[in-house]
Antibody
Framework: QVQLVQSGAEVKKPGASVKVSCEAS????????LHWVRQAPGQGLEWMGW????????KYSQKFQHSVTITMDTSASTAYMELSSLTSEDTAVYYC?????????????WGQGTLVTVSS | QSALTQPASVSGSPGQSITISCIGT?????????VSWYQQHPGKAPKVIIY???DRPSGISNRFSGSKSGNTASLTISGLQAEDEADYYC??????????FGGGTRLTVL
């Protein structure tokens, strides 16, 4: 069965960076793109960016273009999202989500979410 | 990049039908039939309930239906049940490529 398992909760100080992992299982990793979505407390979903796991190409939302880096380790079937120069506004739950195929645009499986808290 | 526009809240009684709108632009909803809807219960990850405007994934009740006209997509839930109380988000593909969510709608079952 398809699973996306994310790394655990993090507490970071302002100005630091955080790297969240998303380990995929139950399917061929390179067949489906992975996206990162965040949700601030009490707020809605926000698309951050994605990685084409077939060739490593990435695309980021304009908002996160200068602060987020998405990478992958194909051998570990794992994608990573690194967010730099953290501020309190980055306190949120971060989700990875699988795009069902490169010819479709919806997300069929989601990770459990990783809470990142930014506090001095 | 502005989010898609959804009403903040809707409500209905058990058995009734409700509709949630999602307003976009000619660059997203108006340009592509790549609209999906997600249901999110408190503390849980989102779950897809509609994709490609009208299609339902396996296991999703036919009480959920989707439609689109121009720059506006809609989610209708018929025969409301207590378990439908949740947050609902629309999402659309945009060119470049990128994706955008709606601001979310809180559904209350009275």
């Amino acid at each position: 069965q398809v699973q996306l398992v994310q790394s655990g909760a993090e507490v970071k100080k302002p100005g630091a960076s955080v790297k969240v992992s998303c380990e995929a299982s139950g399917y061929t990793f390179t067949n489906c793109a992975l996206h990162w979505v965040r949700q601030a407390p009490g707020q809605g979903l926000e698309w951050m960016g994605w990685i084409n796991t077939g060739n490593g190409n990435t695309k980021y939302s304009q908002k996160f273009q200068h602060s987020v880096t998405i990478t992958m380790d194909t051998s570990a079937s794992t994608a990573y999202m690194e967010l730099s120069s953290l501020t309190s506004e980055d306190t949120a739950v971060y989700y990875c989500a699988r795009q069902i195929s490169y010819t479709s645009s919806w997300f069929d499986f989601w990770g459990q979410g990783t809470l990142v808290t930014v506090s001095s | 990049q502005s989010a898609l526009t959804q009403p903040a809240s809707v409500s209905g009684s058990p058995g009734q039908s409700i509709t949630i709108s999602c307003i976009g632009t000619s660059s997203d909803l108006g340009a592509y039939n790549y609209v999906s809807w997600y249901q999110q219960h408190p503390g849980k990850a989102p779950k897809v309930i509609i994709y490609d405007v009208t299609d339902r994934p396996s296991g999703i009740s036919n009480r959920f239906s989707g439609s689109k006209s121009g720059n506006t997509a809609s989610l209708t839930i018929s025969g409301l049940q207590a378990e439908d109380e949740a947050d609902y988000y629309c999402m659309s593909y945009r060119s470049t490529p990128s994706w955008v969510f709606g601001g979310g709608t809180r559904l209350t079952v009275l």
